[in-house]
């Protein structure tokens, strides 16, 4: 009996304690943590958030509930790269350009974090110098997220504006570790230039040298020739000679 008590005031606590966090939007309706539903690359306490600010701001759905990010010395272009990237691997969408808003869309995403169901997530960056500032806006259905009306799903927004920061410096030390890498290929590369080149050097020296000991060998036997050649010299001349006294003899 007491322990039929017991099990039926635990399961009441139990139901009580679920209900509190579905209503405060603590649980998934399937009784899921949300924070179990976040990538473990931006699972990180709320006050990590050190980059992204709320405030309303113009879109192509009016003045809107946004979270913006500063994002240093980076080209929007890349920023917008890699936000393409980010929502096709973690929300299944694919971001695309909508030129009459001015907007990227990542249309029907899959944010568990957020809702249950598929949200739109807008996005603008905009180039401030060397520094890029990125917007998000979050639209479940009609609704727009807003730290007033929906304080548990913007903070998880905010974690994603987290990872997405960190997602950016990520590529950029990326993208410098590929321009040294390059920069270390010429240094290579030029290096096995000037070591071919020292070896052709050393070609060039060599056939000279052979030239050289050709060269001397064909001086000495030139000397040789030379005198081979006087003793013919004096040889004909004797034969002159004596051809001339037979002259005289006649």
Not at 141 to 168: C, H, Q, W
Not at 207 to 226: L, P, S, T
């Amino acid at each position: 009996m007491i322990k039929n008590i017991v099990f039926i005031l635990l399961s009441v606590i139990s139901f009580y304690a679920v209900a509190q966090a579905q209503q405060t939007g603590e649980l998934t309706a399937k009784g899921i943590p949300e924070s179990k539903l976040r990538p473990e690359s931006y699972d990180q306490p709320a006050d990590l958030f050190l980059h992204s600010e709320e405030s309303e701001r113009a879109m192509s759905r009016g003045m809107r509930s946004s979270l913006t990010i500063e994002l240093p010395e980076v080209d929007r272009k890349l920023v917008n790269r890699i936000w393409a990237e980010y929502t096709r691997t973690n929300f299944r969408s694919r971001s695309k350009y909508d030129r009459k808003a001015k907007e990227w869309i990542a249309a029907e995403a899959r944010v568990p974090a957020i809702s249950a169901e598929p949200v739109n997530l807008h996005t603008r960056t905009t180039q401030l110098g060397e520094n890029a500032l990125f917007t998000l806006w979050v639209a479940e259905g009609s609704a727009f997220l807003s730290s007033n009306a929906f304080p548990r799903k913007t903070m998880e927004a905010r974690y994603i504006l987290e990872d997405f920061y960190r997602n950016v410096e990520r590529e950029k030390v990326n993208l410098l570790v590929a321009e040294e890498e390059k920069n270390l290929r010429k240094l290579e590369n030029e290096y096995q230039r000037l070591q071919a080149a020292q070896e052709r050097y050393y070609r060039e020296i060599e056939f000279a040298e052979e030239r050289i000991r050709k060269a001397k060998a064909n001086i000495i036997q030139n000397e040789k020739d030379q005198v081979s050649a006087l003793d013919r010299i004096e040889a004909q001349r004797l034969a002159v000679e004596a051809v001339k006294r037979m002259l005289e003899r006649i």
